[in-house]
């Protein structure tokens, strides 16, 4: 799978973003879904993610209800809308896809990753 992550910018402190995942060459619905960042200085951290079926979503704490992942089988897309957006967000996002869900989590050798994306937020 070829994953093309767009959608970052600059956006005000508690304003909204919506990033989007393109993917192609394999069979998406095959592959759970997520998505990671990373600051600059800091280690790469989950973010969010989404199962094949889109039955079941995870996040990290610090993004509970605020941002929210989904996917469209139907597009091959994956999206995140952020909102509320706070400083501590900026960073290089990432999606990503493995067809084991638990390891795309904790970002163990994942199938694939995608170019990132810059995510910029001024307060």
């Known amino acids: 799978v070829q994953l093309q992550a767009y959608g970052g910018g600059l956006v005000q402190a508690g304003g909204s973003l919506r990033l989007s995942c393109a993917a192609s060459?394999?069979?998406?619905?095959?592959?759970?879904m997520g998505w990671f960042r990373q600051a600059p200085g800091k280690e790469r951290e989950f973010v969010a993610a989404?199962?094949?079926?889109?039955?079941?979503?995870y996040y990290t704490d610090s993004v509970k209800g605020r941002f929210t992942i989904s996917r469209d089988n139907a597009k091959n897309t994956a999206t995140l809308l952020m909102n509320s957006l706070k400083p501590e967000d900026p960073a290089v996002y990432y999606c990503?896809?493995?067809?084991?869900?638990?390891?795309?989590?904790?970002?163990?050798?994942?199938?694939?990753w995608g170019q990132g994306t810059q995510v910029t937020v001024s307060s």
């Open positions: 989404v199962d094949w079926s889109s039955r079941r979503t």
């Open positions: 060459g394999r069979t998406f619905s095959n592959y759970n």
């Open positions: 990503t896809a493995d067809t084991r869900l638990r390891p795309l989590m904790a970002g163990e050798g994942n199938d694939y």
